[in-house]
């Protein structure tokens, strides 16, 4: 489906899946002092397939962020074809452990730090709306990426996640934003897009960077230089 240029004043940027990633060697290496051998790249590859797998109304529905993080993991193992166990069990309980204090989705992309610069000279208000732990702030504040945006929305801090329309809500507010000229990014389709539509924003985009949602009917991106080129051919 062709979509034409994103006439859009503010962007709402989900963090983790889009912004920064799981470090998928600091996964390798807990499996690894349990007995699982299983690398980086494998872990990688096999996670866009564990999420669309769980992008779905009937999961995102009856699940919260907190349980669906830990389902996600299960699913990344078994996507990499690493049978479950106790030791793979142990291993997640590290990570948690971990996750609980620093916010294990720490690796940023080499290209996501330059595509914030360039969306933010091309006059965009930037506001993350995540959901998150508790640590979203933490995190970036530690990554030097708190500066990038003019306000991170961390659902933990408000007692709603998404896709529930009140955190897309919020984050108009505390942005000074308009829904009609803000549009959102988001690696799930059953809680960033749809929730985006539910709260009435300009429109959801879905950031597929493996090319396995080819049927849904809103605007897909692989990369945020997409975005980039999107709002600059609005003429800005």
Known sequence: MPFGPLQIDTLFLDAGGVLCHPAWMRVSLALSGHGVAVSAETLAAAEPHAKK???????????TDASRGWLYFNKVLEHAGVPLSPDTD??????????????????VPADVMPALDALRRLGLTLVVVSNANGRLRHLFDRLGMTSA???????????????????????????????DTTAHVGDFFHIDVAGARAAGLHEGIL???????????????????????????AGR
């Open 53 to 63: 797998e769980m992008d779905e109304a009937s999961v995102i529905g009856s699940t």
């Open 90 to 107: 142990a291993a997640l309980d590290d990570l948690r452990a971990y996750h609980r204090t620093e916010n294990l989705w720490e690796h």
């Open 149 to 179: 945006f003019d306000v991170v929305l961390d659902s933990h801090d408000w007692g709603v996640e998404k896709p529930d329309p009140r955190l897309f809500q919020i984050a108009l507010e505390e942005s000074g934003a308009t829904a």
């Open 207 to 233: 950031f597929d960077v493996a090319g396995l949602y080819p049927h849904v009917d809103c605007r897909r991106v692989g990369a945020l230089d997409e975005l980039v080129a999107s709002v600059h051919a």
